[in-house]
């Protein structure tokens, strides 16, 4: 079946930088594309960065030059490099994948930026 797991979130100070991760398995990971999504309290989930199996990545307009995606095929694992933080990007980072038209996520890895 599938499985996403993510990790690498914690607490860090404003301006500074964190790494997460998502492994998947239960998936042909080098033809499927990747997003990230982040939830902060009180607020609806939003999109943050996709990265496409040929590697084109896309950004949502808050985090655009400052966060980056990547992937590892070889690892099957998605990163988001997240760098010059900002107390709005306090959240729950989640990691998505989309067959045909079923959604699945993992259940999500904690950032925690102070001001």
């Known amino acids: 079946q599938v499985q996403l797991v993510e990790s690498g979130g914690g607490s860090v100070q404003a301006g500074g930088s964190l790494r997460l991760s998502c492994a998947a398995s239960g998936i042909i990971f080098s033809i499927s594309d990747m997003d990230w999504y982040r939830q902060a309290p009180g607020k609806q989930r939003e999109w943050v960065a996709q990265i496409t199996s040929d590697t084109s990545t896309h950004y949502a307009d808050s985090v655009k030059g400052r966060f980056t995606i990547s992937r590892d095929n070889a690892k099957n694992t998605v990163y988001l490099q997240m760098d010059s933080l900002k107390a709005e990007d306090t959240a729950v980072y989640y990691c998505?994948?989309?067959?045909?038209?079923?959604?699945?996520w993992g259940k999500g890895t904690l950032v925690t930026v102070s001001s």
């Open positions: 998505k994948y989309r067959r045909v038209i079923v959604d699945y």
